[in-house]
């Protein structure tokens, strides 16, 4: 399996896919292409956020505001997962959270054992799961004869390599002609929450950033969720709000706290924006207690 | 085949996609991700329209303002085609449908016999068609053991449960551990329009509903289509408007009803808004003459 | 492989998908479907710039302001592709970009040789790409004995036709019951640019159109990307801008030409629209210099 995400919009994906099936008959899965223009660190998160979820596959993501420069590509390999994107730190929080996924999701469901699902890697040594955790990052350079030849990278190079290295496998791209083994990468980390613990352990004060807004206006924090367990009510940057579960615990216009989809503090509105209700943008820090 | 529908706009949905890549390799069908933000009704409306022109499949459609209530979420079987969803009556209008399918596609085309398409479901009886005519629908509650763990109900629970009815097949819903036969659910139905005629056979009078506003601000009511018939116009709401068979026939940004590709009346207008012109939107009473 | 392509927003493409399905199990690759509504031109400009890369396919693309007048359905084949479509000339341009294709994208890759992609067509003569290179355009009408008893063709014609074309097989048009051979249909040029050399032979007078412009705000016009080498900077309409390979070569909010991935002149801003800074659209003359 492929997948394929970028901030290319329309129609120049169907390129990119018509391009991969001149090389591979792979299945190809849309993670997005309307990602925030230009904007690496967004999709890095949302990357982060879907890839892991995934069986093992080859990833290309392609947002790439150097797209003319001298900066590289790469292909990454994490375990039976690979990489394929621009040097730019876009792929390093979703291969880092390669290294360490999340359940199988449907393991809630009664009954459903996760091992038994069909797709599920098969480790030859009889430990089942072994297989299924990569331990490192290997990098890999993606030599281009003439880069310079094309300004659609996502279509004439990210594409084609991300299908080719299917094709061969992901277990043998140090055999493949057009990757080069390389030890360093540009990497991307989003910071850590600050969280300062007083005398009386339910007074917590953390620290925190807004690390994107989604498209509905939910401002997502990097403070884990579980902060906000046994709590009613929450203040950020002094003001007090609601903690829900679920957005129609409050009346229709009105700001709450929640755990989203990510696990993380996010800051909605029931039927409405968060971002505007509390004034913060990609990137704010703010403060929680 | 499994269908996905959703509201969750992007990029939530490629997670459900890889979600149900764990546990199945069926085509995956997208419906549409970008229905209006927890708006069942509208949902409803297109997963009626669409959902029965596919052949068998199981459709998984998650709108779903009641995720973190005590809801249920549910599996319905109509024939061979099955449908996961959060019981809210969001895919009780499409099922209704599947009782009565519409003509497949294409069948207008010259030449083409539709029992000889390769995808039809046979019947071994050797009475074509028979297998296709589900009578009622058959309803299970889908067990979770602990909906509180995810707050991503699309991603955890009804994606891959999805997914393990189709590795399971239709016909074994029975015996399928997450799946409980139940006889009640939450249903949905959109009003009929009422009807008047006046001893003159030609003076119709109809009271009728905006059912929903596309994304072209094409109305769409509940009113069926034929009653346009040889007609040029006809009053809404007490104002006379040309009734035609494309948008080109009147000049642009001038309203007109036509018939939509759902069978029904539609306010339009030609390169414009017919949700602005006509002053209608979803749920609003109309009255034709 | 089937593409798809419309201007029908959502969710009226899986109604096309799903009819798809009941005649052919055909991976289909979405082109787009938010062309701009009813504006033949510019869904035939994005659609030769897609459907080329592609491997051999039946291309579906509906943006059909004409739907409920008489006009013709046609099917064009050329070579091992093809195109189904209203007869508005959506997919001439296309169709004579396919006589002349692209070079397969990711040869520039190191080491990797396009003629051993295993998805090239194979030529039985032996005689490698041979086969590749059609040399004319075959026209077909596309027989359909109601068309007026649907208002919805992209589902109930012009879907299914291009999934019978598919599974009979493109070599198999002539003997189709719903295919007509004809010899006429509506063509649709993009107008080639006026260049004028001076004695100066570096001061080129270049007379162009404004083809399209993209959902970015690029104005993307008629004149070959080549007449920018090696200059810093050319006038349009009188006016100087910088000529650049990346949109980040100038400030935030400046214009600039630079050459997009479909090869031609393209007037952009540097995180924001080019239409606007430099107040054009579609159809507009421009005069380089």
Known sequence: MLTLASDFGTPYPAAMRAAIRQHSDAEILDVAHDFPRQDV?????????????APPAVHCAVVDPGVGTDRSAIALRVGEHALVAPDNGLVLPAARELLDPPAIAGSGLRGVDPVDSPDQPSDESGDPGAASTPTEIEAFEILVDDPASSTFHGRDVFAPAAALIHERGVSEMDACPFLEPRTEYVDLRFPDPVIERDDDPDDL????????????????????GDVLAERDRVEVDGTSWPVVDQYAAVESGTGLLTVGSHGNVEFAVNRGRGDGVFGVEAGDSISLR
């Open 41 to 53: 660190r967004t999709a890095a998160f949302w990357l982060r956020e879907v890839l892991p979820y």
């Open 205 to 224: 004060q953390i620290q925190g950033q807004i690390l994107v807004v989604d498209g509905f206006g939910n401002a997502i924090t990097n403070v884990p």
